[in-house]
């Protein structure tokens, strides 16, 4: 089913067609069945999709194409990501590189517990699996901050869509920065200064072999250029 932001140019309750006019300006008839009123937080592409205040499957729709069409690929709802096209237009640098990572691993817990002030991100959802899982024993690793977590606990990351929808890409990513993250946390541990981070998108043997076991299992081969 395709949806489409159109204004309304007349409407009476009892007619079962209504003139319109669409995005390209044409005035057309349409059955009144398939006309639904929006908010104007439809037409702002919001970067998580449970602050809208009328969630529906066209304004879903249309909140993704608007942000996509601002080219930000991912948009939040809630602790879950949508990821549309991601690999289309970025650069890699820009998206995916060492100064992102770093922004992410700088911010606060409410900031990566509830997606706030920070744009939606694969590292978004590393970030917080990391420190759930690390939990109580992290508060000495961000300073100043108020990390009063639950203790530790296992966590799991569910990557899924389409063949082609870019899911081993996104494991890519996402293993590249777990291991990123825990080198940086072992350093501080073992009080040895950081290191700057690998130009490389693997990080690590552990990272390699991590990712070849889970290569193993795709019906596809998969190439990656590190």
Partial sequence: DLYMPIEIIQWHENDSLVKVRTPE?????????????????HFQGCEDLL?????????LLHTLRVRFNRRESYTAVGTILISVNPYSYHNYEEIYGDQV??????ASWKQIKDSTSLPPHLYVVAERSM???????????FEGQDLSLAPPENQAIIISGESGAGKTE?????????????????????GRPGRKTSPNPLLGSG??????????????????TA
Avoid: C, N
Wanted: charged share 30%; hydrophobic share 40%; net charge positive.
């Fill in 25 to 41: 300006d044409k005035t057309v008839e349409v059955s009144a069945e398939f006309v639904q009123h929006a908010l104007l937080d």
């Fill in 51 to 59: 602050a809208l205040r009328d969630f529906s499957e066209p304004a």
């Fill in 101 to 106: 990572m770093d922004m992410y691993r700088r």
């Fill in 131 to 141: 420190r759930q899982g690390h939990a109580m024993g992290y508060a000495t690793e």
């Fill in 170 to 190: 996104a494991t890519r990513l996402i293993v590249k920065y777990l291991s990123w993250r825990s080198k940086a946390i072992g350093a501080q541990r073992d």
């Fill in 207 to 224: 990272a390699q072999k991590l990712l070849g076991k889970l290569l193993v299992g795709s019906p596809i081969e998969e190439r990656i």
